[in-house]
Protein backbone atom coordinates (compact mmCIF):
# COMPACT_ATOMS: atom_id res chain seq x y z
CA UNK A 1 0.00 0.00 0.00
CA UNK A 2 1.42 3.35 -0.58
CA UNK A 3 1.72 5.93 1.53
CA UNK A 4 -1.51 7.75 0.55
CA UNK A 5 -3.49 4.91 -0.33
CA UNK A 6 -6.18 4.39 2.11
CA UNK A 7 -7.57 1.05 3.17
CA UNK A 8 -10.49 1.38 1.10
CA UNK A 9 -8.40 2.70 -2.33
CA UNK A 10 -6.95 -0.15 -1.32
CA UNK A 11 -9.34 -2.93 -1.39
CA UNK A 12 -10.82 -1.60 -4.30
CA UNK A 13 -7.65 -2.10 -6.44
CA UNK A 14 -7.53 -5.15 -5.03
CA UNK A 15 -10.97 -6.22 -5.84
CA UNK A 16 -10.45 -5.06 -9.74
CA UNK A 17 -7.36 -7.44 -9.31
CA UNK A 18 -9.38 -10.39 -7.78
CA UNK A 19 -11.83 -9.63 -11.00
CA UNK A 20 -9.04 -10.26 -13.65
CA UNK A 21 -7.51 -13.20 -12.34
CA UNK A 22 -11.40 -14.99 -11.84
CA UNK A 23 -11.97 -14.14 -15.54
CA UNK A 24 -8.82 -16.32 -16.23
CA UNK A 25 -10.04 -19.30 -14.13
CA UNK A 26 -10.68 -22.40 -16.22
CA UNK A 27 -11.04 -25.01 -13.34
CA UNK A 28 -12.45 -25.56 -9.76
CA UNK A 29 -8.92 -25.90 -7.97
CA UNK A 30 -7.75 -22.16 -9.99
CA UNK A 31 -10.76 -20.71 -8.62
CA UNK A 32 -9.79 -21.94 -5.03
CA UNK A 33 -6.35 -20.17 -5.06
CA UNK A 34 -7.79 -17.14 -6.28
CA UNK A 35 -10.47 -17.55 -3.14
CA UNK A 36 -7.22 -17.82 -0.54
CA UNK A 37 -5.20 -15.38 -2.66
CA UNK A 38 -7.86 -12.66 -1.30
CA UNK A 39 -10.49 -13.73 0.68
CA UNK A 40 -7.68 -16.40 3.03
CA UNK A 41 -6.52 -15.47 6.14
CA UNK A 42 -3.30 -14.50 5.20
CA UNK A 43 -5.48 -12.06 2.67
CA UNK A 44 -5.14 -8.09 2.85
CA UNK A 45 -9.06 -8.25 3.97
CA UNK A 46 -8.42 -10.26 6.70
CA UNK A 47 -5.70 -8.38 7.64
CA UNK A 48 -7.49 -4.64 7.38
CA UNK A 49 -9.95 -6.77 10.11
CA UNK A 50 -7.53 -7.52 11.85
CA UNK A 51 -6.11 -4.04 13.13
CA UNK A 52 -9.77 -2.35 13.06
CA UNK A 53 -9.28 -1.98 17.06
CA UNK A 54 -6.34 -0.17 16.80
CA UNK A 55 -7.88 2.66 14.56
CA UNK A 56 -10.26 5.48 15.82
CA UNK A 57 -13.66 5.09 15.51
CA UNK A 58 -13.97 7.06 12.44
CA UNK A 59 -11.52 5.14 10.66
CA UNK A 60 -13.00 2.16 11.61
CA UNK A 61 -16.31 2.84 10.53
CA UNK A 62 -14.82 3.83 7.51
CA UNK A 63 -12.53 0.35 6.86
CA UNK A 64 -15.14 -2.02 8.38
CA UNK A 65 -17.29 -1.17 5.61
CA UNK A 66 -15.34 -1.08 3.03
CA UNK A 67 -13.88 -4.75 4.02
CA UNK A 68 -17.10 -6.24 4.10
CA UNK A 69 -18.39 -4.82 0.53
CA UNK A 70 -15.39 -6.16 -0.65
CA UNK A 71 -15.73 -9.41 0.83
CA UNK A 72 -19.18 -9.99 -0.38
CA UNK A 73 -18.64 -8.19 -3.80
CA UNK A 74 -16.07 -11.03 -3.93
CA UNK A 75 -17.91 -13.89 -2.91
CA UNK A 76 -20.66 -13.03 -5.37
CA UNK A 77 -17.90 -12.64 -8.42
CA UNK A 78 -16.63 -15.92 -7.54
CA UNK A 79 -20.05 -17.56 -7.12
CA UNK A 80 -21.08 -16.59 -10.75
CA UNK A 81 -17.41 -17.33 -11.91
CA UNK A 82 -18.04 -21.05 -10.32
CA UNK A 83 -21.46 -21.34 -12.22
CA UNK A 84 -20.52 -20.23 -15.37
CA UNK A 85 -17.32 -22.78 -15.30
CA UNK A 86 -19.78 -25.22 -14.07
CA UNK A 87 -21.80 -24.70 -17.07
CA UNK A 88 -18.79 -24.64 -19.48
CA UNK A 89 -17.84 -27.59 -21.44
CA UNK A 90 -14.97 -28.44 -19.97
CA UNK A 91 -12.00 -26.30 -21.02
CA UNK A 92 -12.49 -24.29 -24.26
CA UNK A 93 -11.44 -25.81 -26.98
CA UNK A 94 -8.93 -24.17 -29.66
CA UNK A 95 -9.38 -26.21 -32.78
CA UNK A 96 -6.06 -24.22 -33.97
CA UNK A 97 -3.50 -26.02 -31.84
CA UNK A 98 -1.59 -28.92 -33.35
CA UNK A 99 -2.71 -32.06 -31.91
CA UNK A 100 -0.83 -34.16 -29.59
CA UNK A 101 1.32 -36.98 -30.69
CA UNK A 102 -0.31 -40.69 -28.92
CA UNK A 103 1.95 -42.48 -28.12
CA UNK A 104 0.78 -46.04 -29.04
CA UNK A 105 2.87 -49.15 -28.08
CA UNK A 106 3.21 -51.96 -29.86
CA UNK A 107 3.38 -55.96 -29.57
CA UNK A 108 7.15 -57.23 -29.45
CA UNK A 109 8.74 -58.58 -32.39
CA UNK A 110 8.52 -62.65 -30.62
CA UNK A 111 4.69 -62.11 -30.18
CA UNK A 112 4.07 -60.71 -34.07
CA UNK A 113 6.04 -63.46 -35.01
CA UNK A 114 4.55 -65.85 -33.16
CA UNK A 115 1.55 -64.31 -34.31
CA UNK A 116 1.87 -64.95 -37.63
CA UNK A 117 2.60 -68.44 -37.50
CA UNK A 118 -0.67 -69.45 -35.55
CA UNK A 119 -2.68 -66.51 -38.22
CA UNK A 120 -1.10 -69.30 -41.23
CA UNK A 121 -2.45 -72.54 -39.64
CA UNK A 122 -5.91 -70.85 -38.23
CA UNK A 123 -7.30 -71.87 -41.78
CA UNK A 124 -6.29 -75.37 -42.21
CA UNK A 125 -8.46 -75.69 -39.05
CA UNK A 126 -5.85 -75.82 -36.49
CA UNK A 127 -6.57 -74.35 -32.89
CA UNK A 128 -4.20 -73.04 -30.78
CA UNK A 129 -3.62 -74.50 -27.03
CA UNK A 130 -1.21 -73.51 -24.76
CA UNK A 131 0.69 -76.55 -21.84
CA UNK A 132 2.49 -75.50 -18.87
CA UNK A 133 6.49 -73.83 -18.39
CA UNK A 134 6.77 -75.70 -15.56
CA UNK A 135 6.67 -79.05 -16.44
CA UNK A 136 6.47 -83.24 -15.46
CA UNK A 137 9.90 -84.99 -16.51
CA UNK A 138 7.50 -87.46 -17.73
CA UNK A 139 5.71 -84.84 -20.37
CA UNK A 140 8.91 -83.65 -21.37
CA UNK A 141 10.93 -86.92 -22.07
CA UNK A 142 9.48 -90.13 -20.83
CA UNK A 143 6.10 -89.86 -22.82
CA UNK A 144 7.82 -88.39 -26.16
CA UNK A 145 9.89 -91.77 -25.92
CA UNK A 146 12.80 -90.21 -24.53
CA UNK A 147 14.31 -92.73 -22.63
CA UNK A 148 16.15 -92.72 -19.36
CA UNK A 149 19.56 -92.50 -20.42
CA UNK A 150 19.39 -90.33 -23.58
CA UNK A 151 21.81 -87.94 -23.38
CA UNK A 152 19.10 -84.61 -23.23
CA UNK A 153 17.92 -85.66 -19.86
CA UNK A 154 21.39 -85.10 -18.42
CA UNK A 155 20.92 -82.36 -16.12
CA UNK A 156 23.06 -79.88 -17.67
CA UNK A 157 20.23 -79.52 -20.66
CA UNK A 158 17.58 -79.07 -18.48
CA UNK A 159 16.63 -76.51 -15.79
CA UNK A 160 15.60 -78.45 -12.84
CA UNK A 161 12.47 -76.74 -10.84
CA UNK A 162 13.52 -76.81 -7.22
CA UNK A 163 9.83 -77.05 -5.96
CA UNK A 164 8.89 -80.47 -4.85
CA UNK A 165 6.57 -82.26 -8.01
CA UNK A 166 3.31 -82.34 -7.76
CA UNK A 167 2.74 -85.47 -8.88
CA UNK A 168 5.93 -87.41 -7.76
CA UNK A 169 5.05 -90.61 -10.04
CA UNK A 170 5.62 -88.79 -13.05
CA UNK A 171 9.01 -87.50 -12.11
CA UNK A 172 10.73 -84.25 -10.95
CA UNK A 173 9.35 -80.42 -12.12
CA UNK A 174 11.74 -79.09 -14.59
CA UNK A 175 11.24 -76.14 -17.44
CA UNK A 176 10.18 -77.58 -20.26
CA UNK A 177 13.01 -77.83 -22.62
CA UNK A 178 10.41 -77.84 -25.70
CA UNK A 179 6.79 -77.03 -26.36
CA UNK A 180 6.03 -81.44 -27.62
CA UNK A 181 4.87 -82.31 -23.92
CA UNK A 182 1.56 -80.32 -25.09
CA UNK A 183 1.38 -83.00 -27.61
CA UNK A 184 1.21 -85.88 -24.28
CA UNK A 185 -1.52 -83.44 -22.54
CA UNK A 186 -3.71 -82.40 -25.30
CA UNK A 187 -3.88 -86.14 -26.29
CA UNK A 188 -4.33 -87.19 -22.71
CA UNK A 189 -7.46 -85.59 -22.45
CA UNK A 190 -8.85 -85.12 -26.05
CA UNK A 191 -10.01 -87.44 -28.80
CA UNK A 192 -9.14 -87.90 -32.41
CA UNK A 193 -9.14 -85.64 -34.90
CA UNK A 194 -6.80 -83.79 -33.29
CA UNK A 195 -5.48 -79.85 -35.13
CA UNK A 196 -3.47 -78.03 -32.84
CA UNK A 197 -0.91 -75.20 -32.38
CA UNK A 198 1.40 -74.53 -29.68
CA UNK A 199 2.66 -71.78 -28.70
CA UNK A 200 5.15 -70.85 -25.21
CA UNK A 201 8.72 -70.42 -23.69
CA UNK A 202 11.05 -73.16 -23.49
CA UNK A 203 14.14 -73.31 -21.58
CA UNK A 204 17.35 -74.64 -22.27
CA UNK A 205 20.71 -74.19 -20.07
CA UNK A 206 22.66 -73.13 -23.35
CA UNK A 207 25.62 -70.52 -23.00
CA UNK A 208 24.23 -66.76 -24.24
CA UNK A 209 25.86 -66.50 -27.98
CA UNK A 210 24.18 -64.70 -30.86
CA UNK A 211 22.09 -67.55 -31.87
CA UNK A 212 21.18 -68.92 -28.47
CA UNK A 213 19.16 -68.18 -25.35
CA UNK A 214 18.49 -70.16 -22.57
CA UNK A 215 14.77 -68.90 -23.22
CA UNK A 216 13.69 -68.89 -26.02
CA UNK A 217 9.63 -69.59 -27.87
CA UNK A 218 8.80 -72.47 -30.34
CA UNK A 219 5.07 -73.46 -31.92
CA UNK A 220 4.25 -76.45 -31.60
CA UNK A 221 2.27 -78.46 -34.00
CA UNK A 222 -0.03 -81.59 -33.92
CA UNK A 223 -2.32 -83.36 -36.39
CA UNK A 224 -3.82 -86.74 -35.72
CA UNK A 225 -6.63 -88.27 -37.38
CA UNK A 226 -7.16 -92.09 -38.36
CA UNK A 227 -5.77 -92.01 -41.42
CA UNK A 228 -2.70 -89.08 -41.91
CA UNK A 229 -0.16 -89.10 -44.00
CA UNK A 230 3.67 -87.86 -44.35
CA UNK A 231 2.29 -86.33 -47.75
CA UNK A 232 -0.05 -83.95 -45.29
CA UNK A 233 2.98 -83.42 -43.40
CA UNK A 234 4.78 -82.06 -46.38
CA UNK A 235 1.49 -80.40 -47.98
CA UNK A 236 0.72 -78.20 -44.80
CA UNK A 237 4.11 -77.20 -44.10
CA UNK A 238 4.86 -76.05 -47.52
CA UNK A 239 1.76 -74.24 -47.33
CA UNK A 240 2.86 -72.68 -44.10
CA UNK A 241 6.44 -71.65 -45.21
CA UNK A 242 5.19 -70.42 -48.55
CA UNK A 243 2.56 -68.60 -46.88
CA UNK A 244 5.55 -67.31 -44.47
CA UNK A 245 8.44 -66.73 -46.39
CA UNK A 246 6.66 -66.05 -49.88
CA UNK A 247 4.62 -68.12 -52.77
CA UNK A 248 7.79 -69.21 -54.66
CA UNK A 249 9.75 -70.28 -51.45
CA UNK A 250 10.93 -73.53 -52.07
CA UNK A 251 11.35 -76.41 -49.36
CA UNK A 252 13.08 -79.31 -48.62
CA UNK A 253 12.80 -82.13 -46.51
CA UNK A 254 15.68 -83.73 -45.10
CA UNK A 255 15.49 -87.28 -42.86
CA UNK A 256 16.71 -86.57 -39.29
CA UNK A 257 15.93 -87.98 -35.71
CA UNK A 258 13.46 -87.34 -33.26
CA UNK A 259 12.59 -90.03 -30.51
CA UNK A 260 9.21 -88.94 -30.71
CA UNK A 261 8.72 -89.20 -34.13
CA UNK A 262 9.39 -91.62 -37.20
CA UNK A 263 10.02 -91.17 -39.69
CA UNK A 264 11.64 -87.70 -38.64
CA UNK A 265 12.87 -84.49 -40.91
CA UNK A 266 14.35 -80.97 -40.74
CA UNK A 267 12.75 -78.83 -43.22
CA UNK A 268 14.75 -76.32 -45.10
CA UNK A 269 13.63 -73.45 -46.97
CA UNK A 270 16.00 -72.19 -50.40
CA UNK A 271 18.12 -69.29 -48.60
CA UNK A 272 16.21 -65.98 -48.71
CA UNK A 273 19.42 -63.97 -49.10
CA UNK A 274 21.18 -66.01 -52.26
CA UNK A 275 17.94 -68.40 -53.33
CA UNK A 276 20.33 -71.33 -53.09
CA UNK A 277 23.72 -69.98 -54.13
CA UNK A 278 25.37 -70.49 -50.67
CA UNK A 279 26.56 -67.06 -48.79
CA UNK A 280 27.08 -66.11 -44.93
CA UNK A 281 23.07 -65.92 -43.99
CA UNK A 282 23.18 -70.18 -44.95
CA UNK A 283 26.71 -71.27 -44.28
CA UNK A 284 27.27 -71.59 -47.53
CA UNK A 285 24.59 -74.20 -47.45
CA UNK A 286 22.07 -72.78 -49.78
CA UNK A 287 19.49 -73.65 -47.88
CA UNK A 288 17.82 -72.61 -44.20
CA UNK A 289 17.28 -75.05 -41.35
CA UNK A 290 13.61 -74.02 -40.23
CA UNK A 291 11.94 -76.80 -38.27
CA UNK A 292 11.93 -80.41 -36.56
CA UNK A 293 9.26 -82.34 -37.84
CA UNK A 294 7.52 -86.69 -38.18
CA UNK A 295 5.04 -88.83 -38.13
CA UNK A 296 4.20 -89.52 -34.35
CA UNK A 297 5.91 -92.26 -32.81
CA UNK A 298 3.74 -95.07 -31.54
CA UNK A 299 4.91 -94.91 -28.31
CA UNK A 300 4.20 -91.71 -27.64
CA UNK A 301 0.31 -91.73 -29.05
CA UNK A 302 0.61 -95.33 -25.96
CA UNK A 303 1.86 -92.99 -23.36
CA UNK A 304 -0.92 -90.71 -24.06
CA UNK A 305 -3.68 -93.57 -23.85
CA UNK A 306 -4.25 -93.29 -27.99
CA UNK A 307 -4.12 -97.18 -29.89
CA UNK A 308 -1.56 -96.54 -32.46
CA UNK A 309 -2.66 -98.99 -34.93
CA UNK A 310 -5.92 -96.92 -34.86
CA UNK A 311 -4.48 -93.37 -35.51
CA UNK A 312 -1.86 -91.99 -37.44
CA UNK A 313 -0.42 -88.28 -36.74
CA UNK A 314 1.97 -85.77 -37.41
CA UNK A 315 3.72 -83.46 -35.35
CA UNK A 316 6.10 -80.66 -35.92
CA UNK A 317 8.04 -77.99 -34.12
CA UNK A 318 9.91 -74.44 -34.65
CA UNK A 319 12.27 -71.82 -33.08
CA UNK A 320 10.12 -68.25 -33.34
CA UNK A 321 13.32 -66.20 -32.50
CA UNK A 322 15.45 -68.02 -35.52
CA UNK A 323 11.74 -67.35 -37.87
CA UNK A 324 11.85 -63.64 -36.88
CA UNK A 325 15.45 -63.26 -37.38
CA UNK A 326 15.04 -64.57 -40.52
CA UNK A 327 11.76 -62.40 -41.54
CA UNK A 328 13.81 -59.40 -40.19
CA UNK A 329 17.59 -59.62 -40.70
CA UNK A 330 18.40 -59.52 -36.80
CA UNK A 331 22.05 -61.15 -36.91
CA UNK A 332 21.75 -61.90 -33.06
CA UNK A 333 18.81 -63.77 -30.56
CA UNK A 334 19.99 -61.43 -27.54
CA UNK A 335 18.28 -58.72 -29.14
CA UNK A 336 14.94 -59.97 -28.86
CA UNK A 337 15.61 -59.52 -24.90
CA UNK A 338 17.64 -56.89 -23.99
CA UNK A 339 14.44 -54.45 -24.26
CA UNK A 340 16.62 -51.59 -26.23
CA UNK A 341 13.86 -49.13 -27.23
CA UNK A 342 15.77 -48.02 -30.02
CA UNK A 343 15.37 -51.64 -31.69
CA UNK A 344 11.84 -52.93 -30.52
CA UNK A 345 10.68 -49.52 -32.01
CA UNK A 346 11.98 -50.97 -35.64
CA UNK A 347 8.80 -53.84 -35.70
N1 LIG B 1 10.62 -80.69 -30.07
C1 LIG B 1 11.60 -80.60 -31.13
C2 LIG B 1 12.68 -79.63 -30.70
O1 LIG B 1 12.53 -78.93 -29.74
C3 LIG B 1 10.97 -80.12 -32.41
C4 LIG B 1 10.01 -81.12 -32.98
C5 LIG B 1 8.67 -81.07 -32.64
C6 LIG B 1 10.41 -82.10 -33.88
C7 LIG B 1 7.77 -81.97 -33.17
C8 LIG B 1 9.53 -83.02 -34.38
C9 LIG B 1 8.21 -82.94 -34.04
O2 LIG B 1 13.69 -79.54 -31.33
Same mark, same amino acid.
Given at each position: ?116 ? /?????? +????? %? ?6 ? *? ?26 ? $? ?29 ? %? ?24 ? +? ?20 ? /? ?20 ? *? ?12 ? $? ?6 ? +? ?55 ? *???
Amino acid at each position: MSADESATQELERLLAEAEAALAQTRSAQELERVRVKYLGRKSRVAEVLKTLGSLTPAERAEAGKSANQFKTALEARLEARRKALEAQPAAALDVTLPGRAVVQGRLHPVTQTTEAI /LALFAP +LGFEV %IEGPEAEL *EWYNFDALNIPKDHPSRESFDTFFVEAP $SPQPAKGKLLLRSHTSPVQVRVMERRRPPLR %IVVPGRVYRPDPLDPSHSFMFHQVEG +LMVDDRTSFADLKGVLQQFLQG /LFGPKTQTRFRPHFFPFTEPSA *EVDIACSACEGAGC $STCGRKGW +LEIMGCGMVHPNVFKAAGYDPARVQGFAFGMGVERIAMLTHGVADIRLFFENDLRFL *EQF
